[in-house]
């Protein structure tokens, strides 16, 4: 397209555009108009005519450049040792390759969002998400660097018949939702091994939607308007950065009457309480093992701020119900026991539910045992000498916090059954592997096998928590 200008007197000046920029509907301007070439023809003695031949790019005023900018709320971009690093959900991170998003176009990002010039919105959209879908596959914890798994709703990965990740029904009126697995602190009793010194082999973390999506079919099947939901996690669960808009979707689920957190308190703040009442939560419940700084460090197993846990202990009551939940350790933190008890009726803990829920250190196959688990029998016993010695109540049960036996979810397998189901996921522990059968998840020990259809005999069916032994 040629570019012209009447000119009346041949020592009159061309007309230049200015610089301009604007953007519409994910379209922009030329960020600038020149002129490249002129020449002057002469159409009769008295007129010259200069038509000015602007830029391929350049169509005067009226010439539009495709631009994309895709917004995401969920990842970040940076540069890092020339690659574009992408963090996701705050605590996951993946690399991009510069090449291949020059091959998309031209590109710029920002913190939350990347711009790709001279290609249309919708065929970036295209070629940017099939590279991430791409990319995910190499998705890592900022902890500890280990592969971590997105289980979302168009992901085919069942949310039932695992403890790592999901939910959980052991038949009564509370919900278990397990969003992420990673901890921040390595306390030295885990029963899951977490946290920065874990030898756990991979991380999940869950879509929002997904979980609350599948959280609301579980109530609906109960048919209860006393459901209480237990966010808690193999790990840490306030690392989960959509905790916030978890907590508000399950307490919009209908039927839903309580909603609680298990946190070790180290990443409480007072807007991150303030945020979780707001959304709905109404307790949480604060592992603290010990008021002694020194014990309390020994048994984090890693750099903890006990002031810190402390000072959030006494703002948690002012904005929802507080429990302190210490593990005991027979012979180490015995005496600090009623000690918490105490503080916990001095912060106001308990206003509808016990104020303190002291937990026996219990062996697990796959968990730290620092030293051998007592029997339930002496660990009730020495929590009655405690109370009488100390006139503080400490055993509570099942009506103290109002849990009622509900219909379980149905179990698609028994107990010896054989069935065929498809490797689909990588496990936490060893060689195992997760396989999907029947809407579940099933766990599959020493198996080497990285995909495909498995024989296997069911060997674990209790709270449709799955374990298969494979056959082939």
């Excluded at 007197?9 to 604007?22: G, L, T």
């Excluded at 590279?131 to 592969?147: H, M, V």
């Excluded at 990965?157 to 990740?165: A, E, K, R, V």
């Amino acid at each position: 397209m040629l570019g012209v200008a009447v000119l009346p007197h041949r020592n009159a000046s061309p007309i230049y555009c200015n610089k301009f920029e604007a953007k519409i509907s994910g379209r922009q301007f030329l960020p600038s108009v020149k002129f490249v070439a002129k020449r002057r023809i002469e159409i009769c003695p008295k007129i010259n005519v200069v038509y000015y031949f602007i830029d391929t790019f350049l169509k005067l005023y009226s010439i539009l450049l495709p631009m994309a900018e895709l917004v995401f709320k969920d990842l970040s971009f940076e540069k890092d040792k020339g690659k574009v690093k992408v963090n996701f959900l705050r605590l996951f991170y993946f690399y991009l390759e510069e090449e291949n998003l020059a091959r998309i176009s031209q590109y710029e990002i920002s913190k939350n969002s990347i711009i790709f010039k001279n290609v249309s919105e919708s065929s970036a959209r295209k070629k940017f998400e099939f590279l991430l879908a791409n990319s995910f596959k190499n998705l890592k914890n900022k902890l500890n660097n280990k592969k971590t798994i997105y289980i979302h709703q168009s992901s085919g990965i069942p949310l039932i018949g695992t403890n790592y990740f999901g939910l959980i029904d052991r038949g009564t009126n509370i919900i278990e939702v397990k969003p992420i697995t990673s901890c921040n602190i390595s306390c030295v009793f885990c029963s899951v091994d977490e946290g920065p010194h874990s030898r756990r082999k991979a991380d999940f973390v869950v879509e929002k939607d997904y979980l609350v999506n599948e959280f609301r079919k579980i109530v609906e099947f109960k048919a209860s308007n006393h459901i209480d939901a237990h966010i808690n996690a193999q790990g840490e669960p306030t690392l989960y950065a959509d905790m916030v808009e978890l907590v508000r979707g399950i307490m919009s689920v209908k039927g839903v009457k309580r909603s609680s957190i298990d946190t070790n308190g180290t990443l409480l703040n007072k807007q991150l309480v303030d945020e979780l009442a707001e959304a709905g939560l109404t307790r949480i419940n604060l592992s603290l093992n010990s008021l002694d700084p020194e014990k309390a460090q020994k048994l984090a197993g890693y750099p903890y701020n006990l002031s810190k846990v402390m000072e959030i202990a006494r703002y948690i009551p002012t904005k929802m119900d507080l429990i302190i939940a210490p593990v005991w350790m027979p012979g180490f933190n015995d005496e600090e026991l009623p000690k918490l008890a105490k503080f916990a009726q001095e912060v106001g803990a308990g206003k509808n539910c016990p104020p303190i829920g002291i937990q026996n250190m219990l062996n697990y196959r796959f968990g730290r045992n620092p030293e051998e688990a007592v029997p339930m029998e002496e660990f009730y016993k020495k929590m009655n000498e405690l109370e009488e010695k100390h006139n503080i109540k400490l055993i509570f049960d099942k009506a103290d916090f109002e849990v009622e036996e509900l219909p379980e979810l149905p179990k698609p397998f028994r107990k010896g059954q054989i069935v065929k189901a498809e490797i689909v996921l990588p496990g936490r522990i060893g060689n195992e592997k997760l396989a999907v059968a029947e809407e579940r998840l099933i766990s599959v020990l020493n198996c080497y096998k990285e995909e495909g259809t498995v024989r296997l005999r069911i060997k674990r069916t209790k709270h449709n928590i799955f374990l298969g032994e494979l056959l082939n």
